[in-house]
């Protein structure tokens, strides 16, 4: 079954602590995203990586950090840093063959409350 | 860098109407327009797109349109079923691998 897989569904975060967020795509592709959703919001990226081992800052990656140490797995920090982090985040990725560039698909997201 | 913004933000249609959702963009340097469906609880979802060299592309109940000269593009649903009831939100991308995405608009099929 293809596709990009969120862990966990729902996460809390006490103050002051650090979580991470899981992303895997068995999809072959080079490119991963972060996003952050807040109601009635559009998706504002956190962080992008368009190869192993480089990732470039979104719009909003204050607060956050992120790694890309293999092709298919691009996991999200939320460091204490981040002060206001309750919100839906997606994962998403794509590939960088020219026919199909820029399409992202994305996975089923982490909804993430703090205690 | 790319701002979309999308009208109207809520959108309610009898089941069996039409529903048009218009997206605008302010860079002339993009080339990619995606639509995307959100479900309650779910990640969005490719529903169709359209590139910069055509019109229009259509897919079953679904079809995009793109005016470039205007800098806009809409989404149209025909013969509306409850199931398209959704958040559609409309993306804009100049080919650098990075899409800007709109607020959303809610969708409502009254049945």
């Known amino acids: 079954d293809g596709g990009i897989t969120q862990s966990p569904k729902y996460l809390f975060r006490k103050e002051g602590q650090n979580v991470t967020l899981s992303c895997e795509q068995n999809?072959?592709?080079?490119?991963m995203y972060w996003y952050r959703q807040d109601p009635g919001q559009g998706l504002r990226l956190i962080y992008y990586?368009?190869?192993?081992?480089?990732?470039q800052k979104g719009d909003i990656a204050e607060g956050y950090s992120v790694s890309r140490e293999k092709k298919e797995s691009f996991p999200l920090t939320v460091t204490s840093a981040q002060k206001n982090p309750t919100a839906f985040y997606l994962c998403a990725s794509s590939t960088q063959l020219p026919v199909a560039k820029n399409i992202q698909y994305f996975g089923a997201g982490t909804r993430l409350s703090v205690l | 860098g790319e701002n979309v913004e999308q009208h109207p933000s809520t959108l309610s249609v009898q089941e069996g109407d039409s529903a048009v959702i218009k997206c605008t963009y302010s860079d002339s340097a993009s080339n990619y327009f995606p639509w995307y469906k959100q479900e309650l609880g779910k990640g969005p979802q490719l529903i169709i797109d359209?590139?910069?060299?055509?019109g229009e592309k259509k897919d079953q109940r679904i079809a995009v349109t793109l005016n470039k000269t205007a800098k806009h593009f809409s989404l149209h649903i025909t013969e509306t079923q409850p199931e398209d009831s959704a958040v559609y939100f409309c993306?804009?991308?100049?080919?650098?691998?990075?899409?800007?995405f709109g607020k959303g608009n809610q969708v409502v099929v009254i049945p």
């Open positions: 990586s368009q190869i192993v081992n480089d990732f």
């Open positions: 993306a804009a991308s100049n080919g650098n691998n990075r899409l800007a």
């Open positions: 999809l072959n592709h080079d490119a």
């Open positions: 359209i590139r910069s060299n055509v």
